[in-house]
C-alpha cells in the first residue's frame, strides 16, 4: 500500500459525497436547512471557480481541503441516515455510468458575485483611509 492510498480514497469519498448531495438537495425527505447547505456545498464543490484560487500558495488548495470536507460534513450531519445511504448509492451510479462530475455554473456565478462584493468592500475601504 502506499502512502498516497489512504489520501486517493479521502479525495474519491468527498467527490462521492459532493455528487450524493447533489442528489440530496433534491431528495423529499431533505429538511431544508439540510437543502441550502446542501447547495451551497455543491454549488461552490463543482463550480469552475475557486473562491480562492489555487495559484495562491498554499491558501489556494486550503478551500479544498478544509473549508468542502467541513461543508460536506455538516450537510450530511443535517441529513437523515437513510437519504445519506439512498443518495450515496444514487451516486456510486451516476459517478459509474459517467466518470465524471457534474458542473455548476449557478456556483460559478455565485463565487463570482462574491469576489466582486469582496472587491467593492476593499475598494471602499481604500478609498475612506
Known sequence: MAITDPIRQWARRIKRDAVML????????????????????????LSPIDLIPDFIPVLGYLDEALLLPA?????????????????RLEADRWMQARQDRPKS???????IFIWIVVAALAWNWYRSS
Open 22 to 45: 447533489w442528489f440530496a438537495r433534491r431528495h423529499p425527505a431533505t429538511p431544508l436547512l439540510a437543502k441550502v447547505v446542501c447547495f451551497v456545498a455543491v454549488a461552490y464543490a
Open 71 to 87: 461543508m460536506i460534513w455538516l450537510a450530511v450531519r443535517l441529513l437523515p441516515d437513510e437519504v445519506v445511504a439512498t443518495c
Open 105 to 111: 455554473y449557478s456556483g460559478a456565478i455565485a463565487i
